[in-house]
């Protein structure tokens, strides 16, 4: 357990579904993180938030819409999906700004797009 | 072409066995990172490496960072089928940025 959950943990949605995924860490960090983790590729930093403020958009297609309430919850919102973005989501935490900080990951939402 | 480059892509080892996986940077290490990742799930933090030499150990798990700071290696002593998992580096980019190479996949043979 490192403190770091997601929600759902598998999900199916169709190609004209909007579904979100949620993240959420009480361990006070400030920044969050959604990656991206696909079969036989790396893993793909997506979106990046520091104090609820969107520091990182890793050229991300827009059907895919982060939000950050507060410091503590990261969704990430799923629209018109394709079957590419079938992938294991992540969701991290780290603490404050700075580099040299350890990051917390959840274990995962395992996207399946039909 | 990937910023942190794995080798080997995959091991199989017999148990009790040595192996060694290796991380290696275009640029400067400033903070280096190793994570564990069973499949399907989430990483979990093994070490952090920061200076030029810097070598970190935890139960059979060792991690060294050279002194040019641009290559890593993760060393594992009489591994386990505990052990068997995808070892990832990762290392600290501009703008809080965490980056992660290819990932190294781990069997353990009874």
């Known amino acids: 357990e490192t403190g770091v959950t997601q929600t759902p943990r598998h999900l199916v949605m169709g190609m004209t579904n909007k579904k979100s995924l949620k993240c959420e860490q009480h361990l006070g960090h400030n920044a969050m993180y959604w990656y991206k983790q696909s079969a036989k590729k790396p893993l793909e930093l997506m979106f990046v938030?520091?104090?609820?403020?969107?520091?990182e958009n890793n050229s991300v297609p827009s059907r895919f819409s982060p939000e950050c309430p507060n410091s503590s919850h990261l969704f990430l919102h799923l629209h018109t999906l394709q079957p590419e973005d079938s992938a294991l989501y992540l969701c991290?935490?780290?603490?404050?700004?700075?580099?040299?900080?350890?990051?917390?990951f959840g274990q995962g939402t395992r996207l399946t797009v039909v | 072409s990937q910023e942190l480059e794995q080798s080997p892509q995959s091991l199989i080892v017999q148990e009790g066995k040595n192996l060694t996986i290796n991380c290696t940077s275009s640029k400067t290490l400033y903070g280096l990172y190793w994570y564990k990742q069973k499949y399907g799930e989430g990483l979990i933090f093994l070490m952090m490496l920061q200076k030029g030499g810097e070598e970190k150990s935890h139960e059979k798990i060792t991690a060294k960072l050279d002194e040019k700071k641009q290559q890593s290696s993760l060393h594992i002593t009489a591994s386990q089928p505990s052990h068997a998992g995808i070892y990832l580096c990762?290392?600290?980019?501009?703008?809080?940025?965490?980056?992660f190479g290819a990932g190294t996949i781990l069997r353990v043979k009874s």
């Open positions: 938030y520091n104090f609820k403020e969107q520091t």
């Open positions: 991290a935490s780290s603490q404050g700004a700075t580099l040299n900080t350890e990051a917390f």
């Open positions: 990762g290392a600290d980019r501009a703008g809080n940025k965490l980056v």
